[in-house]
């Protein structure tokens, strides 16, 4: 498999970063990556909290690092 550019569905840092910084879209993206990946626990602990800490830890590695928190890498 090529390795992606960044972490929502390999688009580029900065539209990654933008869908980051949106709740909702962060949310949605977040869990839908995850799931893609077959990580179910990660994708349903995103589902389930991704409108708290979850978010804000994703904004921090996007900025910092161009990837979504990968907390739960099963």
Do not use: N
Not at 4 to 26: H, Q, W
Not at 46 to 65: A, E, H, N, P, Q
């Amino acid at each position: 498999m090529a390795k992606r550019s960044s972490d929502y569905f390999g688009l580029s840092k900065l539209v990654s970063l933008i869908l980051a910084i949106i709740p909702f879209t962060a949310w949605i993206c977040g869990a839908i990556t995850r799931l893609q990946e077959g990580k179910i626990v990660a994708g349903l602990i995103r589902l389930i909290f991704g409108f708290t800490l979850v978010w804000i830890l994703d904004l921090i590695f996007m900025i910092k690092d161009g990837k979504i928190c990968r907390l739960l890498d099963m």
